[in-house]
């Protein structure tokens, strides 16, 4: 409940509009309460053929006689008690003055609920004199009248109401997803890798729609049915506070069972949110890697898959189904046995003429038919209100387990600090130096170990060794992607740890293996290493790359889209593309992850020569398979099982080390082949 409440908060700046609604409530509330009031004069023009002028003129009549009448019990009484006063002194005595004081009072209770009533009738006579026809069908026409006006008002207060909470919780929304976004993607590469990227979309997604929906039925069932309930109590207490109270008995069962139902549900939610990442898990695993399931026949096992994760989702969502449905019947059975424990006990004192139930006063004269049904008329119409919110509590509960889900990323700080305080880089143009570092994804399980090693401006090294070996690992850490566990990276002397953190990274520029692209025009893939470049910027990284001859072949060029992680490239075009945006970034610190690795051998050849010319001035660091790749290196750095065996150049490694020899036997083995 707290995050949910954390949640609420998000609605503050748009409290006005709230408070907007809030008074939308309040008048349909009332509208829905005076509509019932109409049934008690409809009644009466109906049942007695009288206009109103006449019922009200009988109605203080007889007010008045029964004040008369009362006015004697209470003088009779009250000379009845001074008479008592003047015995002597005596235990008798007291106990019979304490018996006719209590009658005393009661009368006189009696006399002033009839004296209000007779108030009452006299303001209500005015108005009807004032208002009323005095031909009944006419009265009664007027009635039904007022009665479609109310309808309408309260339609348009409550149209106004849910337009006011949708509008907020929308903007609500809008502000949380934007405040959520902003908080993952700065999130460090560590907290990807961890939970997955199908974990985010699902909170970003499912968690935070249920979360809406908590938050929808706060400012909009929580406040409207209510006030709608109360509307008709209040009506329904001024008829007969006594029976309203009866009537109110159960609610107390109701909260209970409210409340029990209220947890099963938001554990219920939980596991069901958790199951719906399942799914989102096998959908991006089977559509982005779908060539790999078509090639290797694997489309039954997919669906096999799919369908036992469907099916957990299912069972989890049906149970939330059924809490959800078990509550309403139940509120409805409790509410309706209470309307029918009031309207039995009104029964009882219109068929008897009774004031008192079980010696209990109930009212200060026998209840008329009419009132009795109006009252239950009223109790009947607070039934509707308390049904709708019996779902209220399981909703706010699913809201409550998806806003646990979403604030946990919200509350999650990155391992990598931002360093906004820390000092700014200038372009690098000394040396990076790997001191002593060691690294692990998880504790006891090394990837990295007592890494030492010097890389001077200007000058290109390769790094080589097997796959797993940690070399991406080791430029992840350059990059900042993770922190050392021991040791440091220096960049021109300074800590990375220490130093801000996108005055670093706005110095790198990075080709990788597996080459990253967005559904958007070329243009704007290249333009993605520096966003302010002119269009003639872009089509020279594009020609430094070997990319803008491809291009111009497009059906629009650089204006071309490349579909979905640039389905609609080959591999070659798309490392160039990568390759291209690189460029423009003018880094002056340069990583090439198996850069050429899908690029044809004239292309490759082109890439190496360009690249001989931009590396100067600039640190490059390259990972290779590919050994021919290593003309462009001045150092090869060989790595094995996280440590760093040989440093050297390739003819010096040649002779020295023997892991160095047989990768480069492997390679000639592969060329030969």
């Known amino acids: 409940m707290k995050n949910f409440a954390r949640a609420l908060r998000f609605a503050w700046p748009y409290r006005y509009r709230v408070l907007f609604s809030v008074l939308a409530a309040v008048l349909a509330a009332t509208f829905w309460g005076l509509n019932f009031t ?22 203080i009549a007889n007010t008045q006689k029964d004040i008369d009448e009362q006015q004697k019990k209470v003088d009779a009484l009250a000379d009845e008690v001074a008479l008592i006063v003047k015995e002597p002194a005596s235990k008798t005595r007291d106990n019979k003055l304490r018996h006719k004081d209590r009658e005393l009072n009661a009368e006189e209770g009696r006399l002033s609920s009839l004296r209000d009533a007779l108030y009452r ?46 509008n907020v919780i929308n ?46 039925t706060i400012f909009g069932k929580v406040i409207a049915e209510p006030l709608r309930a109360l509307a008709c109590i209040l009506i329904a207490c001024w008829i007969s506070w006594q029976l309203t109270l009866m009537f109110l008995v159960l609610v107390p069962f109701a909260l209970f069972i409210l409340t029990r139902v209220g947890r099963s ?34 489309e039954a096992s997919e669906r096999r898959r799919f369908r036992n994760a469907n099916k957990e989702y299912y069972q989890k969502a049906q149970w939330v189904v059924t809490l959800d449905a078990l509550v309403g019947p139940i509120i409805e059975f409790l509410g309706v046995g209470a309307i029918l424990l009031a309207l039995l006990a009104g029964a009882f004192l219109v068929l008897r003429g009774q004031t008192t139930l079980f010696g209990i006063p109930m009212s200060c004269q026998p209840l008329e038919p009419e009132t009795l049904i109006q009252l239950y008329a009223l109790l009947a119409a607070t039934s509707d209100p308390v049904r709708k919110l019996s779902s209220v509590f399981t909703k706010i509960q ?21 360093n906004t305080d820390g000092p700014r880089l200038d372009r690098h143009h000394q040396a990076i130096e790997f001191q002593n570092v060691c690294f692990s994804y998880e504790p006891g399980h090394p990837i990295l170990t007592s890494i030492d090693l010097t890389v001077k401006h200007g000058e290109t090294v390769a790094l080589v060794g097997k796959n797993g070996c940690g070399k991406t690992t080791l430029l992840g850490l350059l990059l900042r992607f993770y922190d050392p566990d021991h040791g440091a990276i220096l960049l021109d002397g300074v800590d990375l740890r220490l130093a801000n953190l996108r005055s670093l990274r706005r110095q790198i520029a990075l080709v990788t293996q597996d080459t990253i692209l967005f559904d958007d025009t070329v243009f704007n893939n290249i333009a993605y290493g520096r ?48 390759l291209a945006r690189a ?34 001035g600039r640190t490059t660091f390259v990972i290779t398979h590919r050994l021919h790749t290593l003309e462009i290196a001045d150092r090869i750095v060989v790595i094995d099982h996280g440590r760093i065996v040989a440093v050297g150049v390739h003819e010096d490694l040649l002779r020295t080390c023997p892991i160095y020899q047989r990768l480069h036997e492997a390679h000639t083995q592969r060329r030969v082949a």
């Open 38 to 59: 109409a049934i008690y004069p409809i009644l009466k023009v109906l049942g007695s053929q009288q206009n109103l002028q006449q019922w009200i003129d009988g109605s």
């Open 265 to 298: 549900m938001k554990r219920a939610t939980r596991r069901l949110l958790e199951r719906m990442s399942d799914l989102y898990k096998i959908l991006q695993e089977t559509f982005s890697g779908i060539k790999i399931v078509k090639a290797f026949t694997r």
């Open 531 to 578: 966003h302010s470049a002119s269009k003639e910027e872009i089509e020279l990284a594009a020609k430094q790359a070997r990319a803008h001859d491809f291009i111009l072949k497009m059906p629009e060029g650089y204006d071309t889209r490349v579909g979905e992680a640039g389905a609609k490239l080959s591999g070659g075009q798309k490392q160039r593309l990568s």
């Open 583 to 616: 460029i423009l970034r003018d880094p002056s610190i340069l990583i090439l992850d198996e850069f050429t690795s899908q690029a044809d051998a004239e292309s490759e050849l082109e890439v190496h020569r360009f690249l001989k010319e931009f590396a100067k």
């Open 121 to 166: 009738d006299r303001v209500l006579k005015r108005y009807i004199d004032m208002l009323m026809p005095t031909d009944p069908f006419e009265t009664l026409a007027l009635v039904l009248g007022l009665v479609l006006l109310g309808i309408a008002l309260k339609g348009f207060f409550e149209f106004w109401q849910e337009s006011l909470v949708g």
């Open 171 to 216: 903007l609500t929304l809008f502000d949380l997803r934007n405040r959520f976004y902003r908080k993952a993607v700065h999130l460090d590469v560590a907290s990807y890798t961890q939970s997955g990227t199908h974990e985010l979309m699902a909170r970003f997604t499912n968690d935070t729609e249920l979360l809406g929906n908590g938050m929808r």
């Open 398 to 418: 699913s809201g409550c387990a998806a806003a646990d889900r979403v604030f946990y990323y919200l509350d999650k700080e990155p391992k990598v600090g931002v």
